[in-house]
Each structure stands twice: as C-alpha cells, then as structure tokens.
C-alpha cells in the first residue's frame, strides 16, 4: 500500500498539514487556512532547513511522538523500556486512515514489537484539534511505559509568548505572561488530581496578540490526575509544546497485547485573538462533552450548605435556611458535608456513607419534603474517594487506603485515599452512593468533592496505580450516572482542583473555587474562562464578610459577579437584611431571565487594563448582549476612560439599558443618565464607545444590549 507523504486536514479556517516522511508523522502546517494555490512542494521548500556548523547533518524531526530512536534530543515523546532493546524505538508508518478531518497513523517498530497510533483530528465547524497517542506491546515479554505524550507540535517561531496558569487553593486560574526562551517552561503535577496551581493548559501566542486580534493556539490536556506540559526553544531555533500524563516508574507495565492510551490533548486556534480562542472552546464544550441541554433543563439557582452551617447540621435550621433560600428564588438546595454518619468535623466519618441517625432521626426524606415542598431539588454532598481513619469503613478495611509501605502517610484534612483500582472497593462505594439515591429518589444532584492529594498512590501489591485510580473513577461516574441517567454531578476538589475536560464528560459543572470572594473571583473566573464556558462555573454568592478572605464587599457586587456562572448561594440567609434580600432576589431574577441564551452565548473578554476587569456574552444571532464592567481600582486620572464594546454587529441598532445596579449613587449626572434607554448602533458603541462614569472602586455596572428593528 503506497502511503501519502502528506495529510491535509482542513476545515473553512484552518489547516492542518502532516508530512509522512516515513516515521512518525510531523506537523509542518497549523494555523489559518491554505488555499489550493499553494502546494505541499511550496512548504518543503520555503522551510527547507540547512545543516549548521557542528551540528547534525539532518536535524532529528520534531515529530509528533518525538524520540531517542531518532535520535531527538528534546525531551522525548516516549520513554519506555524492556527487555527487547526497548529502551528507544524506530517506528515506520505502516498505514495511515484518514480524510479532511482526521488521521489515524499506525506505526510499527517490529524489532520491538511495538505499535504506535497516532491519532489526529481537526473539527469541521470549529478551530479545534484533538490529539493522542497510543502504545500496544505487540511481544511477549512486558514493555513498562513511562511516558507517552499526547502529542509534541512544533510551533511557528511567531509564538514567542505564553499565558501560563497557576494558583493555590482559593486562588486558581491566575494567569501569568510570559517571554519563550532557548530552555524550557516544565509544569509537572503529581498531586493526583488535576489540581489547583498546576492546570493542564497553556495559550501561545504572537507577540502582539490580545482578546480581539493576532493568532494564538490554547491547549489543554484532559487529564484528571497527573500530566506534565512543556514547552521548549531548542539550540537549534525550534520550539515545541508537548503534553501527557505523568506516569510513575514502574506504573504503565505492558504485558503482550495490552495498550496504553494517553489523555487527550486539546488544542483550539484562532486568528482572531483570546476571545475567539475561548469561544472555540466553549462551543466544542456545549456541543461535544456536555450531557446538560440548556434548551431542555435551565442551570438551577444553587444554594449550599456549606459556609451557612458547615458542620452544625440540624433540620429545623435546615429548614429554616431552605424556607429562606426558596422565598429569594433558589431553586435547588444541596446539603453540604456534614451529613453520614459521624460527621461533625472534618476528622471523622468520611467512607461511613449512611445517613447519620443522631442528626437526621427520621433519615433525610422530612427535609427532602419540606425543599421539594417549597419548590426546590434537592443535592447532596459525597466524598467518595476518600476515608478518614477514624470511621468504620477504615477500621474494617485498613487495607483499602492507598498507601507506599514503611512510609508514614503525609497529613491532609485527617483523611487518606481509597485504592479505586480494588474492584472492591468501587464495589462498595457504588453500593454505597446507589443505596442514597435509591432510598431518597428525590435526590437529583451529587456534589462530588475530594479534598486532598494523593502523595502515596501505592496499591496494595505495592504498585504505582495513579493511571488506574483515575481511570477507576471515570468507571465510577460513569457507572453511577447509567444507574441515575437525570442526576448531576459537580466536580469539586477544594474548589477548583478537578477542573479540566476528562472530568467534565462524566460531570455537569465544576466548583470553581472555595474562594467566594467577588473580588478574587473576578480574577479566578476570568482565567477559567480561557477554557470552560460560564454554564460549567459554580459561582455562588458568599457572606458579607467573606470567610477566606475576611473582605467586606458590598451585595450589589457579590452578586453581580455570580451572575455570569452557574448562579448560587452560600451564605446563613437569615443573617441578609432587608436591603440585601431585595438586591439578592433582584439579581437572581435578571440570572433566570437571561440564563437560557447566555448560557449559549460567546465570550469576548476585554483587554486587561489593570484597573478593571470587563467582559461581555454576545448572543449567537448578534441580536442581545450584556457586559460587565468591573471596576476593582481607581483611576488616575479624574474621569475614568472608555468602555469600548465588542463582538457586536456593526449595522444593528440596539438598545442600552443598565441592568445593575438597580440603584446607584452618583456623584453628578452622568453618562448612565444620558444614554439609559437610548439606542445606539454596534458601530457607535465598538468604536466611540461609552464614556465610563466616575465610581467608588469595588462597583460592577452591567449594560444590556437588545436589537431593535
Ligand atoms: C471542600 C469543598 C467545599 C466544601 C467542603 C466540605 O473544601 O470545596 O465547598 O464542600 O469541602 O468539607
């Protein structure tokens, strides 16, 4: 069979060429779309390379799994070994399946036995490609894996920036910019879930690139526990981003026949700026990994349990709180930890998943009634991954934990790791989980937390079982989710320490963070949005004086901040006064009102000024829009600048109402006297843009748009 020597996939914007020239494939294109005009013979020889002064003759290709075998000398796509000389590999390409959207290349090394598949794929209607990798041990003897990328992708040398995300509990999605140099930027995370100050992404982009214009390329890998992420500029001028999962020594074994498969990496393009990279991403989201259907089940207004009571769980306080919540509009009411037997602090109980009798004598159906009553789902909080040692399933099971032997466990909240990869013990926790929803049916939403890293991810045969323990999870999910198709599930992790694509194909929404703070929040949930859409953002509605960070913010602002995620509460309602209650009912009126195509709408962020943080859902049909503007500090200058809209159509004549605060004190009249209610077309408001008005610092201003014929 004659194998091409070039793929082209291709969509209406972007292509995406790889040359075959015999081993692992390499790409040679990705980016704007090339048209019939220019030839594959074009990119040979505009990108011909010479041989440098003491350097190889032929460099070693930056190919997609690049490797020792071919003599690379970055930091290899496979590291694997073996008996049989499997220490390097020589692949060839033996096959290749593919069409305009996608390729699957099949590389065998026979002297090995071993075959690689690449797998590539570009989506027909959005800039988005997918890549992984997989590894069979075609042999007899075992071939151990220790690491196997997703994919390596050369990068044009116009990348020459990075927005890199870090963060720490509370914090996370903090974005930083930075300058590539020769050398690489290396994020490894061995937490054991994706965790908070090392997410699986990165943007790249050109010099001059900001929301709205230049090209970038944003790259996540969908992994749930461990992965690394690079990107290097090599000696010899080429850069490379490469990602995967991270693998323990000893912990991928291969026996004859047996496949490991990596995470997906997921890459969105644009030529258009941050914003369209964003929105590549959260149409991929909406359409492909997301089981809720906006149009069928609205995003219900949350609230939870947890910083009103924390442990102190009571029914008639309960109650109490849901009779509150219900009156401000709440539509599903989740009770928090605290609940299962022996739970009265965060030391005990984890793994006990029975219902505790002390505090709930009649079990959970009279509160289950009084919030079904009031109009209200109901949700609940589970662990389940986890056990604290003073509980009965610890002292039953010791050997159920997850452990490195003759190593003291590392402290963390009290508790250690369940071993997943026990069958029995997904057994048991299935059991567990299906016995709650089946004795109290009326339970539709799982918040499913896990609230600490796994340092020692050691079996009970004493193996490294990260991978399993993560792939065990998915099986859990998934296995709970086909017993209960209607339920929910959250994926929290302290906040936002399980955030990334894998997760959300088994779950709805994610807990951003435990940071309720509006202010941090803005910060936190703009660098979530580079990837994840505003539907997936848990963002709930704190106390007046925040509990992680002691900052009194005003109402107004609490809830215009919560406004743009999946709206909820998490506060004591009864503490609100009346002035509070009325600004907190209002606001999650104009949430319910807006939900259904904001939730469907497209992200464009404004550019950081580093006073404010601003951004505004365009509609699909161009037809409605609201903005935020979020002023956080003061101005220099006496009259704060312009605000400038974008993503508007520019012909379209639309009407400018203020949507919040609905009240505001001023200082003299303003702008938002002169232009409320008046119409202006997308062109007036993108590009003379609107005069902001003088504020205290701390205060969010929201602008509707509506099209008017
Ligand atoms: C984690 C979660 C919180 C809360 C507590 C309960 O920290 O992020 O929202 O559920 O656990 O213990």
Redesign the pocket.
Known sequence: MSLPSYVHLQNAEMSVILHCPGGVPVISYMGKALSDVTSTLMLQQLTTRQEAKCSPAVEPPLSLVPHHGEGFTGHPGLQLSGQDDQWAAGFSLVAVDADKQQAVFDCRDDLRSLQLHVHVRLDTQLNLMQFSTSLTNLGKTEVQVHYLNAATLPLSPNYQRAKTFEGRWSNEFQTRDILLQMGAYVRENRRGKTSHDCFPGIILCHQGTSEQHGECLGLHLGASANHRLMVEVLNDGRRYVQMGELLFPGECRLHAGEKYRSPTLFVSYSENGLSSMSQQFHRFIRRDILQHRPDKAPRQVHY?T?EGI?FNHDVSTLTQLATHASQLGVERFVL???WFNGRRS?RTGLGDWYVDSSVYPDGLTPLIQQVNQLGMTFGI?F?PEMVNPDSDLYRQHPEWALQTRHNPQVPFRHQYVLDLSNPEVCEYLFNRIDDILTTYPDISYI?W?M?RDVNHPGNSSGQPSMHKQTQALYGLLAKVKQHHPHLEIES????GGRVDLEILRYTDRF?TS?SNDALDRLVIQRGFSYFFPAEVMGAHVGPRDCHITGRHLSIELRAAVAMFGHMGI?MDPRELTEHERKVLSDAISIYKKNRSWLHSADLFRLDDDGLNINFGYVSDDKQRAIFAYNSIKETGHTTPGRYYFVGLDRGTAYRLTRLWPETLKEYSPSVLQATEGEVFSGEALMQIGLQLPVLFPQTALVFLLEAVS
């Open positions: 939870n947890w924390y928090d930890d605290g965060d909080w662990e918040k937390d609230n929290c992790c302290s906040g807990w435990d998490e």
